[in-house]
């Protein structure tokens, strides 16, 4: 096997699932919730990807608002996303944090406000772009 894809393993493959399947969801194609695919990658990482897990997270807490499992998303996930994020200096992530904040969009409760709130922090203090 190439060294190029020897990282790309069943979590690897369950993360691109989850993508795919968010995806599809948002473009009304029906599809296999996205979330069990992203909870799939998630049990499947091995230690030290950190920021790949992180990523997934987001994903799951994105996946969790679009899928109406708004107490899941905000109670446990998002807020998980949202702590295990500010350990990690990465401008990808920040960004993804935008899926998370599409998905909590609908829902105006006190709880989801917390989260936006936190994840606009988030990503006000880390910019995903260099300055010139």
Do not use: C, N
Request: proline residues 3%; neutral net charge.
């Amino acid at each position: 096997m190439p060294t190029w894809v020897r990282y790309f393993d069943a979590a690897e493959h369950a993360g691109a699932r989850a993508v795919s399947a968010r995806d599809r969801a948002g473009l009304d194609r029906g599809s296999r919730v996205a979330s069990v695919h992203f909870e799939d990658a998630l049990t499947l990482r091995k230690p030290g990807f950190e920021r790949v897990k992180v990523m997934d997270l987001v994903g799951l807490a994105a996946a969790l608002f679009h899928e109406g499992e708004v107490e899941r998303a905000g109670a446990a996930a998002a807020h998980q996303v949202l702590d295990d994020a500010t350990r990690i200096v990465s401008a990808l992530v920040v960004s993804r944090l935008t899926t998370l904040l599409d998905g909590a969009r609908p829902y105006e409760t006190a709880e989801v406000e917390d989260v936006r709130t936190r994840a606009r922090d988030l990503t006000a203090a880390r910019p995903t772009t260099i300055a010139a």
